[in-house]
C-alpha cells in the first residue's frame, strides 16, 4: 500500500510535530526538577519514539526550531500546569488526527500507530496528578479581581458615557471610583482567605486588589488620550474585552474547560453592566441636565 503525495505530506506534519514536542518536554525537563523533570524525560523519549514512527513513514529525517529563551521564559510566567495543559491539548488533537488517518496506513503499522495514539491520550494524568502551582492556587483570587473591575468600571464608564461627554473628568471618576474599590476588594478577599484557611490571606489580598487596580489602571488609559467620547469608550471595551479573553484562555486551559463558553460569559456580563451604566447615567444626565452643565 503506496501513500498518496497529500498523505505524504500530512504525515510529514506529524513528524515534525512530534519532533516539536520532543524538543518542548525535553527543555521542560531541563527547567524542573526531581519527580517532574523524571516525567518530562520519561515524555520527551516516547515523542521521540513517536518521531521515529512518522520518520520512517515519510522515508527520511524532518526538521524543526528548537525552543529559544522565549519559550523558557514563558514558562517562567505562565507556569508548569499551564504549559502542561496546552501541551495536552495538542497532544489529544493529534491523537484524533492520526485516528483519522489510520486507515491511510498499511495494515502492518497500525497497532504501532494504536500504542502512539494510547500514549498521546495517557499523558495527562503522569503530570498533572498533584502538581501544585502557586499561579493556580491563587487564580480565583486574580479571577475576582479581574472580574469584578472589569464589570464595575464599565458600568461606571457607560454611566458617565450617559451624562457627561468631557473624557478627562471619566477617566478620573474611573480611578477614584477604582483605588478605594482595589483596597476593598483587597481587604475582603483578606477575610475570605483568613476564613478558608488553605491559602495565605495576604497573597490572596494582594492577587485580587492588584489584579482590580491594574485593570482600573487599563480600562481609564483612553479616557486620558483622547477627548472624544465615544472613541475613548470604545477603546475601553475593547481593552475589557482584551483583559477577559487572555484572562480565560489562561484559566480554562489550567482547569481543562471550554474556552469559549467560559468568554461567551464573561462577555455577557460585561455588556450587561455597560448597558444598565450606560441606561442610569442617560436618566441622570436627563434628570438633572448635566451634559448643560459639562
Not at 483570587?141 to 464595575?152: K, Q
Not at 494582594?206 to 472613541?231: D, E, K, M, Q
Request: net charge neutral; with cysteine; aromatic share 10%.
Amino acid at each position: 500500500m503506496k501513500l498518496s503525495e497529500e498523505d505524504l505530506r500530512k504525515a510529514r506534519e506529524f513528524c515534525e510535530d512530534e519532533l516539536s514536542s520532543y524538543m518542548l518536554y525535553l527543555a521542560l525537563a531541563q527547567q524542573e526538577r526531581g519527580k517532574l523533570a523524571e516525567q518530562l524525560r520519561q515524555a520527551a523519549e516516547q515523542e521521540r519514539g513517536h518521531y521515529e514512527f512518522w520518520r520512517s513513514v515519510v522515508g527520511s529525517d524532518c526538521s524543526v526550531r528548537p525552543p529559544g529563551r522565549a519559550f523558557r521564559a514563558l514558562y517562567r510566567v505562565f507556569g508548569p500546569v499551564f504549559t502542561l495543559q496546552a501541551l495536552e491539548r495538542r497532544e489529544r488533537r493529534a491523537a484524533e488526527e492520526y485516528r483519522a488517518f489510520r486507515d491511510r496506513l498499511p495494515e502492518e503499522m497500525r497497532p504501532a500507530l494504536d500504542r502512539i495514539i494510547a500514549d498521546e491520550e495517557g499523558h495527562e494524568g503522569d503530570f498533572l496528578k498533584g502538581l501544585e502551582d502557586v499561579r493556580v492556587r491563587y487564580l480565583g483570587f486574580v479571577a475576582l479581581g479581574m472580574a469584578d473591575a472589569i464589570t464595575e468600571l464599565m458600568g461606571v464608564y457607560a454611566g458617565f458615557l450617559g451624562a457627561t461627554m468631557r473624557t478627562l473628568v471619566v477617566g478620573l471618576a474611573g480611578l477614584l471610583v477604582g483605588l478605594p474599590a482595589a483596597v476593598s476588594m483587597a481587604a475582603a478577599a483578606y477575610l475570605q482567605a483568613r476564613q478558608e484557611g488553605h491559602v495565605s490571606p495576604g497573597m490572596s489580598a494582594l492577587a485580587t486588589g492588584l489584579s482590580y487596580f491594574v485593570v482600573a489602571l487599563v480600562l481609564a488609559v483612553p479616557y486620558f488620550l483622547t477627548r472624544n467620547i465615544a472613541i475613548a469608550m470604545a477603546a475601553s471595551v475593547l481593552l475589557g474585552v482584551a483583559a477577559l479573553a487572555a484572562f480565560h484562555f489562561y484559566s480554562s486551559t489550567v482547569n481543562g474547560v471550554s474556552f469559549r463558553r467560559e468568554l461567551a460569559i464573561g462577555l455577557a456580563i460585561l455588556l450587561a453592566a455597560a448597558a444598565v451604566g450606560l441606561l442610569f447615567g442617560e436618566l441622570i444626565g436627563m434628570a438633572f441636565h448635566l451634559r448643560a452643565l459639562a
